[in-house]
Structures are given as C-alpha cells and as structure tokens.
C-alpha cells in the first residue's frame, strides 16, 4: 500500500534559518508528489509539485523540494526561515488518478 | 476568482443526530473530494466525485455517511447516526480535471464538526 512518512511531527528553527521538512514515500508506481501548508483556520494551501518533469521543484514563498527516487524521499526546503512561515506542512502522494495520501504533518515553528 | 467553500465553518451536534456539510467547489471543476483531518493526523480520503457520481466512495467509513452531488456541482456530505468518533475536520477539494499531471487539489477551509 501506498503510504508517506513526515519525520517529526514539530520542527523548530531560528529566523533566517535553514528550513528542512522531511517526506519519504512508499509507492509501486512512479508517484506525483505533492507539499501543501495549513494556516490555522484556513484550508491547504498548494506550496509545489512534483509530477516527473524535473526533480528539483520550486514553489511559492521560496520553497523548494527535490525528488530522489533512490532515497524515496521529497524533502522540503527554505534557505532561510521568515516568521511568517510557521504552520503546519503536509506531504502528499498521489500514486494512481486522483486519490491523495497525506503524511500526518510537521508543525513549523519559527523563532525570532 | 472565488476558491472553495464550505459551510458551516463550524457544527455542534448531539451523539445520535443528523448532519449536512455543504461543500461549493471552483466553477468549471468537475472533480470534487471530500476528506477527514481528525486531531494530529493529515486528511483521509472520504469520496470522490467525476462530475455527478461517485467514482470512488471507498473512504466512507460506513454506511451512515453518503455524499451526494446532483447538479454537478454543489455537494452535500451527510453524516446519520452520528458519534463522537465523527469528530475531525471535514475538508472539500476540487480540481478542473482528475489524473492529468498537472490537475491540482485546492481545498477549502472545512467543517470542523464536534459532536458531544
């Protein structure tokens, strides 16, 4: 069965840090892979997308995630941690047509 | 344009009642989902509709909740009977066309549903 796991469910970084969320995924056949944020109260919120164009995929508010077939993973990363990016992260596979797995979450906490 | 939304932001029920979740997707998206987020998990796939069926409801946890969509467009998911294990956040998503490589998700905000 296809599965993803989010290694640590609360991170913690300084401001103007690395930021570095982990996913690793299981799955059969070649995977679209998905990073998502949640705001409190709001709804998920598409950060990137990995759909086997090329492996290093960048997104929105300097996010980037890079794909390794040989590690199973698609970590995400931000050169450096702003405050406004604490809140939840999710990871996402989507190994068939249409129907997402979701890691259980890492909770981003940025320190000033 | 206007995103996903869902109403009403927030239910309380009673152990043993009936509930309506109501989920508006983006116009034109004829793919519409419906998952579950309960405390400290990521959301679990529910159902899935292609346009007015259900092509998938194999996330349903049992016969007492049904989705419906009979325009198309506005869904309804229907919770019988309900249990305090009911409790999570119910979230909607659509997207314009479902298994392209670049057909995306967006998600409404959900339904926070507690039932007592």
């Known amino acids: 069965a296809q599965s993803v796991t989010q290694l640590g469910s609360h991170v913690s970084v300084s401001e103007g840090a690395l930021v570095l969320l982990r996913c690793n995924y299981s799955?059969?056949?070649?995977?679209?892979l998905f990073w998502y944020v949640q705001y409190p109260n709001q709804g998920l919120q598409l950060l990137l997308k990995?759909?086997?164009?090329?492996?290093l995929v960048k997104g929105i508010n300097g996010f980037e995630a890079e794909f390794k077939k040989s590690e199973t993973s698609f970590h995400l990363t931000k050169p450096s941690a702003h405050m406004s990016d604490a809140a939840e992260y999710f990871c996402a596979v989507r190994p068939g047509t249409y129907k997402y797995i979701f890691g259980t979450g890492t909770r981003l906490k940025v320190l000033a | 344009g206007a995103g996903v939304s869902q109403t009403p932001s927030n239910k309380v029920t009673e152990k043993g009642k009936y509930v309506e979740l109501r989920c508006d997707p983006i116009s034109g998206h004829t793919a519409l989902y419906w998952y579950r987020q309960s405390l400290g998990q990521g959301p679990e796939f529910l159902i899935y509709f292609q346009g007015t069926g259900a092509a998938d409801d194999s996330g349903l946890p049992n016969d007492r909740f049904f989705a419906v969509r009979p325009e198309g467009s506005v869904s309804t998911l229907k919770i019988q009977r309900t249990e305090r294990g009911d409790s999570a956040v119910y979230l909607c998503a659509s997207s314009y066309y479902s298994g392209g490589s670049t057909d995306t998700q967006y998600f409404g905000p959900g339904t926070r549903l507690t039932v007592l």
């Open positions: 990995y759909t086997s164009a090329a492996t």
């Open positions: 799955s059969s056949v070649p995977p679209y």
